[in-house]
C-alpha cells in the first residue's frame, strides 16, 4: 500500500512531552501495517542546530538507526536562521521524503515554524489562523500540566548532570570570536539564564560559582515549564484542526482513515 501523495503527518507538543517517542511509535506501525516508510524530520527552531547537543535533547545514534530523520543537529549555529529560512529548508526535505514515496512525519515543538511550513505562510504576509492543508494530519500532544512540570524538573536535573553548563561555556567562547550567534545563546531555554545569572552577579559567565548554578538550575526549570505551558496552548492560535492526543494509541486510531482510501 502507499500513501496518498503529498500526505504529512505532523506531531506538536510541548518540551519533554515524547514527541519524537510518539514518532517513533507511529513509525513502526505505519511501517508494519500499511508497509509505507515513513521518515522523520525535526521542525523544532533549535534542534537543528548541531552544535546544541545537551540543551536540546538531541536524538542518540539508536534512534536514527530505528528509523531514518531529517534535520536534527545540521545546521551551523554561527548563524540563527529566520523563519522563513527555516521554512525552505524544511519544506525541500519533504519535498525530498515524498519523491521516494515515503511519509514525511514532521516534529516539533516550535509553533510558528510548524505552522509556517505546514500553511506555506510568506515572508511579509499576515499570519492568520486558517485550517490545515487537506493532505496534512496534525497531532497535538496533551500532557497534564503538573505532570509536565515534574518531566522538565527531571530532565533538566539530566542536563546538568551531562554537562550542560560546559556546554554553554564552550558555546559562549566560541560566540566572543564570532564562531557562534550571540543572539542564539541570548535567546534560547538552557542557555540565556546563565548569561543572566552573569548579569545579576556581575560575573564573567564562564565563572559562576555552584551556588550560582542551583540558581540557574532553578531559573531554567521555572522559564521551561512557563514556556511549555504557553506551548500547550498555542496550537489554538496557529494549528486550528490538530488533533489532541495523549498517547500513541489514540493516534494510532487516526491514521488509517487519513492515509488510505479504502480501509480494510
Known amino acids: 500500500m502507499k500513501t496518498i501523495q503529498n500526505k504529512i503527518i505532523a506531531i506538536y507538543g510541548p518540551t519533554t512531552s515524547s514527541k519524537l517517542s510518539l514518532a517513533l511509535s507511529l513509525s513502526k506501525y505505519i ?3 500499511y508497509n509505507i516508510e515513513p521518515e522523520v524530520i525535526n521542525v523544532d527552531s533549535r534542534k537543528i542546530y548541531k552544535e546544541f547537543i545537551i540543551s536540546q535533547s538531541l536524538p542518540s545514534k539508536e534512534l ?11 545546521e551551523s549555529a554561527k548563524k540563527k536562521l529566520s523563519l522563513f529560512e527555516f521554512q ?12 521516494r514515496e515515503c511519509l514525511p512525519i514532521i516534529v516539533g515543538g516550535s509553533i510558528l515554524h510548524l505552522a509556517a511550513i ?12 486558517e485550517g490545515l492543508p487537506p493532505n496534512t494530519l496534525v497531532f497535538s500532544l ?74 540557574v538550575k532553578k531559573w531554567i526549570i521555572k522559564d521551561i515549564a512557563k514556556y511549555a505551558y504557553h506551548q500547550t496552548l498555542d496550537h489554538k492560535k496557529f494549528l486550528s484542526g490538530a488533533i489532541i492526543v495523549k498517547n500513541f494509541q489514540e493516534a494510532k486510531n487516526k491514521i488509517c482513515d487519513f492515509l488510505l482510501k479504502d480501509c480494510p
Open 64 to 74: 536514527h538507526a530505528k528509523v531514518k530523520t531529517h534535520l536534527f543537529g545540521c
Open 142 to 215: 496533551a500532557v497534564n500540566k503538573t505532570t509536565l512540570k515534574k518531566l522538565i524538573s527531571k530532565n533538566i536535573e539530566q542536563m546538568f548532570k551531562n554537562g550542560l553548563y560546559k556546554e554553554f561555556k564552550y558555546l559562549y567562547k566560541k560566540s566572543l570570536v564570532g564562531l557562534i550567534s550571540g543572539d542564539l545563546l541570548n535567546e534560547t531555554l538552557g542557555y540565556r539564564q546563565f548569561l543572566e545569572m552573569a548579569r545579576v552577579s556581575k560575573k564573567l559567565p564562564i565563572e559562576l560559582t555552584p551556588k550560582d548554578l542551583i540558581k
Open 118 to 129: 505546514l500553511k506555506n505562510w510568506k515572508d511579509g504576509e499576515k499570519q492568520k489562523n
Open 88 to 99: 525552505k529548508i524544511a519544506k525541500k526535505k519533504i519535498a525530498e521524503v515524498q519523491f
Open 31 to 33: 511501517w508494519g501495517k
